[in-house]
């Protein structure tokens, strides 16, 4: 049973800083793509950090600079550290793991709140 489990999120001041974490299991973690996406409130879920097998990342680019997204294929977990944290950052953080097939996967979500 394929599982992706998020944990860190909660409520944040604008300017502070928060990781993310996903765990995987059920999966042959190191040759997914593995991906972060945020849904804001009335808005679409959208990209915005990957990270491939290889290790090679992309960000969206409201996001560059700030977040880092990295992965421990020995721990099958991804994370992402999120700095200078924004009011529009506010969303649901679903990980999401992908590979050749078309073979997708998602976690659960979990919920990151910034105050301004």
């Known amino acids: 049973q394929v599982q992706l489990v998020e944990s860190g999120g909660g409520l944040v001041q604008a300017g502070g800083s928060l990781r993310l974490s996903c765990a995987a299991s059920?999966?042959?973690?190191?040759?997914?793509?593995m991906g972060w996406y945020r849904q804001a409130p009335g808005k679409e879920r959208e990209l915005i950090a990957s990270i491939s097998s290889g290790g090679r990342t992309n960000y969206r680019d409201s996001v560059k600079g700030r977040f880092t997204i990295s992965r421990d294929n020995a721990k099958n977990t991804m994370y992402v550290q999120m700095n200078s944290l924004k009011p529009d950052d506010t969303g649901v953080y679903y990980c999401?793991?992908?590979?050749?097939?078309?073979?997708?996967?998602w976690g659960q979500g979990t919920q990151v709140t910034v105050s301004s």
């Open positions: 999401n793991a992908q590979r050749y097939g078309p073979v997708e996967y």
């Open positions: 059920g999966i042959n973690f190191s040759i997914y793509i």
